[in-house]
């Protein structure tokens, strides 16, 4: 019996933005990204390398306003097609956690594809941006991801200097924890909850 392929795809447009998002969860890291915002395309093409998702985004936004709306209405569809892809949750190992070392960083994320959306977010950043990117705008992308995905997701900087390495650092674990949480394990019988529902 041949394996249903795990696809969620979401098209969103409103007065500030206008998105698609593909996310194919059983891919093989390939990434088309188009956010207007080359920093968050690069942390979003290597979430997809290192989680070994097929992605696409991309969105008209505008950030003659400011980075805000694209980046969290991007984070509300990414969230929604993760959710469209995982589907009934039958079979999913459930929870992820990685630690991902960049140089002098290094960042844990831990996350539960509960139903039950939070995010703790522990990472500081002293400068007000990367590249053109606004740093304040990485929890609030974060956030709606969490969200909408129906995910507990705790994010911690354990230390770091460099922005740049924490920010990646935590994208890379965001990856391959989901990639862990969104496995599929043989031996579990429908959803991995004594609940039996997630």
């Not at 990639?179 to 429908?190: C, E, F, L, M, W």
């Amino acid at each position: 019996m041949m394996e249903v392929q795990r696809i969620g795809e979401v098209t969103r447009r409103t007065a500030e933005t206008d998105i698609h998002v593909k996310w194919v969860l059983d891919g093989a890291g390939t990434a088309r990204v188009d956010t207007g915002i080359g920093f968050l395309d690069h942390m979003l093409t290597l979430m997809a390398k290192h989680g070994l998702f097929d992605i696409e985004v991309s969105c008209k936004g505008d950030l003659y306003v400011d980075g805000h709306h694209s980046v969290e209405d991007i984070g509300i569809c990414m969230g929604l097609a993760f959710a469209r892809a995982i589907g009934d949750k039958a079979g999913i190992k459930r929870f992820g956690t990685f630690y991902v070392p960049m140089d002098e960083a290094l960042v844990m994320v831990s996350l539960d594809i509960s139903g039950r959306p939070y995010l703790h977010y522990d990472v500081a950043l002293d400068v007000p941006s990367i590249g053109h990117m606004d740093a304040q705008l990485f929890e609030e992308f974060f956030r709606a991801l969490a969200f909408n995905a129906g995910i507990t997701l705790h994010i911690n900087c354990l230390y770091g200097r460099n922005a740049h390495h924490i920010i990646e650092a935590a994208f890379k674990a965001l990856g391959r924890a989901l990639d862990a949480a969104a496995g599929k394990d043989p031996r579990i019988k429908g959803v991995p909850s004594t609940k039996g529902v997630l």
